[in-house]
């Protein structure tokens, strides 16, 4: 008899089908690759395999699925559960909801470093800086060493951490990053490693990780065989999406958690290869098949369901043009739909005028706000939007931009948290003691010699004379994080307790204090959807919530909202209608890298992201003046701006143009005609 196809794979083309079965039944499945271009269904088809592992009996326990971002990763598990559905019915959500190794590279390395922190000699209390608090930290250093003040043109803290982070993620030693990415820098070596080694030291005497640490003290774990061994068979499958934006220490990692293969599967798409900046390597997903014997199963998909023709046309005369790729041109079943738009504006504030007259149409035309995104470079290129999106009161959310955690007040009520839960944790201590008056840095900084040093650092803080000057506040302060650190409270009710101590402050430092205490209300409505304090700061240092047009906080799912979002963060994702700002050379590509023909190649890889993130309709925006800061410039300045060089004379047939405002030949001929004036003179007879 034939057995039914069962209705997971109901929908699914063949290729798709061959990726959600592959290895069903066979013990260790062997490892896997998707490699196929944007809009194939490559995250739809992870999400049924994984659907169909858990039908099948697998443990969702023992199931590690990352994605590049937590977002990503819970719309990964809704999707699984309602795949599972079709089968389970109600009974699929019990199972999903045991998919809870789902999350990133990081926020996974986090986790499993707490739970081992204790046998590889971690105090187990670390709190997690981010980039800032890094940067931070690594100018304190510098202070210390004594290179900021004896040599001036030290390279900036920020990009000191830049240096010491690409070292670490691409496994490289020092000469060869500076040689390769910093030339101007080399000259320093000798006092960056020295930086450095002392960066790495201070960071450990806070009992604090940053970013890379999480992947970096990973990885170390995974060099001994025994913790490999053991890590690896908690897992019976690891899968891994957008695979081609992971970097040499996250393949070392994945391949140490499964150095046969075993019950690996890894998807992504070489031609949205856009993470080279931070150290991924598209080597990762090009190499896959070959570090294994047999080598890796590899499947390609090459129908596209997300965009029409035109759209898909565009797109591809983009990448066509890349000097080199895997994966082959897609095709469609989808209408040929409209060319996408070339729209010439005159400037900046014309360009967030036609986005928002286009907006308004659509949402006229039926379409929710949440349907259109509007995609650009960098994040700071939005704000001409964002001021239009404001004065015509249209909601909009902003992905990967400032966050929300980027504000003063709400950082300054993380740092207290975090210097609760990590009293040695240095950059947070600062950062709150600084707040009372009658604290100076001098004072801080002895006060925080003595709680790093010590054995107790609790004990020490409560033991410390309150600096001369500080009386009352500081020890209201004690009080405070005596009180918070026993617990006591319960969280996340311990976050009023916080604001209490906080909220004088917030009156004294801020004009605006009340709308600040709004956000902080918000932060507390966060912070109870977490567990625990700990897993609150490390969830949120690692995947902080995105800002949005609304001060009273982060719109729910029932709400409408335009999207704004850097080309980085939309990865992955799609909306009816997308428009991509400042499509002109020295923005994409940018000018402001060094130029060589990798970047170039990448920044055309972006515009290829950003084009295939739409359905239905694509418009690139070309601002005639365009605000740079053109390296050859003395600063900032408007320029002239031309079309990007990523879209040649040639590709121009699989384009619609437009200019905006249009000017109709009539009307250009009528300001001709009409009566004339010359105002400069009359001005000049006024005073004569
Ligand atoms: P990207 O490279 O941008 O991440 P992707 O390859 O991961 O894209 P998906 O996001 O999984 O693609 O799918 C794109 C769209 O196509 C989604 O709306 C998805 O629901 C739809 N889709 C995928 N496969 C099928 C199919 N077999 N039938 C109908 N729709 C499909
Ligand atoms: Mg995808």
């Not at 820098?185 to 006092?191: F, H, L, P, S, T």
């Not at 009180?483 to 916080?498: H, K, Q």
């Not at 940018?590 to 170039?600: M, N, Q, R, V």
């Not at 200019?659 to 009359?682: F, H, K, L, Y």
């Amino acid at each position: 008899f034939v057995s039914l196809p069962a209705p997971i794979l109901d929908g699914l083309n063949s290729e798709q089908r061959c990726a959600v079965e592959h290895g069903a039944g066979a013990a260790p499945c062997p490892p896997l690759l998707v490699i196929a271009g944007a809009g194939s269904g490559k995250t739809n088809t992870l999400a049924h395999r994984v659907a169909h592992l858990v039908v099948g009996g697998a443990d969702p326990h023992r199931i590690l699925l990352m994605t590049f971002s937590r977002r990503a990763a819970a719309e990964m598990t809704r999707r699984v559960e309602r795949i599972a559905r079709k089968v389970l019915g109600d009974r699929a959500s019990a199972l999903t909801g045991g998919l809870h190794w789902a999350g990133t590279f990081h926020g996974i390395g986090a986790r499993l470093l707490r739970d081992y922190a204790e046998r590889i000699g971690l105090d187990p209390g670390f709190t997690i800086h981010d980039r800032e608090d890094s940067a931070d930290l690594m100018n304190l250093v510098r202070h210390d060493l004594g290179f900021s003040k004896t040599e001036a043109r030290f390279p900036a803290k920020a990009t000191c951490l830049s240096i010491y982070s690409r070292c670490v993620n691409a496994g490289q030693p020092l000469d060869v990053v500076l040689g390769a990415n910093y030339p101007w820098c080399a000259g320093w070596a000798a006092e960056l490693k020295q930086l450095f080694a002392a960066y790495v030291e201070a960071k450990q005497r806070h009992n604090v990780l940053d970013y890379d640490d999480l992947l970096l003290y990973w990885a170390q774990v995974m060099e001994e065989p025994a913790f490999a061994q053991e890590i690896g068979s908690r897992f019976d499958h690891v899968l891994v999406d957008e695979y081609q934006d992971t970097n040499a220490l996250q393949a070392r990692v994945l391949l140490a958690l499964k150095p046969d293969g075993a019950g690996l599967t890894v998807v992504g798409d070489d031609a949205q290869a856009i993470y080279s900046f931070r150290a991924a390597t598209v080597r990762n997903i090009l190499d896959f098949p070959k570090a294994f014997t047999p080598p890796a199963r590899v499947i390609t998909l090459d129908r596209n369901y997300r965009s029409t023709q035109a759209i898909l046309s565009a797109a591809n005369g983009v990448i066509d043009l890349a000097r080199e790729r895997f994966t082959k041109n897609l095709w469609t079943d989808r209408a040929e739909g409209a060319r996408p738009l070339l729209a010439s504006v005159r400037d900046e504030a014309d360009q967030a005028r036609y986005i928002v007259e286009r907006v308004l149409d659509a949402r006229e035309g039926g379409a929710m706000l949440k349907q259109q995104a509007v995609l650009f470079r960098t994040s700071s290129h939005s704000a001409p939007l964002e001021l239009e999106l404001t004065r015509r009161n249209i909601p909009f959310v902003k992905f990967g931009g400032l966050k929300f955690l980027d504000a003063a007040h709400v950082k300054d009520m993380l740092a207290l948290l975090r210097f609760v839960q990590n009293p040695r944790d240095r950059v947070a201590g600062f950062r709150v003691m600084l707040l009372m008056q009658g604290v100076g840095p001098a004072s801080a900084q002895k006060a925080l010699d003595a709680i790093t040093a010590a054995a107790d650092p609790l004990g020490t803080l409560v033991a410390l004379p309150a600096p001369p000057r500080a009386g009352g506040d500081w020890r209201g302060f004690v009080a405070a994080v005596q009180e918070l650190r026993s617990g006591d409270a319960g969280w996340p009710a311990e976050i009023e307790r916080a604001l209490i101590w906080y909220a004088p402050h917030l009156d004294r430092i801020h004009e605006d204090a009340e709308t600040r205490r709004a956000d902080l209300v918000q932060l507390a409505q966060i912070a109870s959807g977490y567990p625990s304090r700990e897993r609150f700061l490390t969830e949120l240092t690692l995947d902080p919530p995105d800002a949005t047009s609304d001060q009273a906080g982060v719109p729910t799912l029932d709400d409408d909202y335009l999207i704004l979002s850097t080309i980085h963060s939309a990865k992955g994702q799609e909306w009816k209608q997308v428009f991509v700002l400042n499509v002109v050379d020295g923005c994409m590509p940018s000018d402001l890298g060094t130029g060589t023909s990798a970047e170039i190649e990448e920044e055309r890889r972006l515009l290829y992201v950003a084009m295939t993130r739409a359905k239905d309709d694509l418009h690139l925006v070309v601002p005639q003046r365009f605000f740079t800061h053109s390296q050859n410039a003395q600063g900032d300045r408007h320029v002239y701006a031309a079309r990007t060089r990523f879209i040649p004379d040639r590709l121009l047939p699989l384009f619609e143009r437009t200019s905006w405002p249009r000017v109709t030949p009539e009307a250009a001929a009528a300001a001709q005609r009409g009566p004339r004036i010359d105002i400069n003179s009359r001005m000049r007879r006024m005073w004569t």
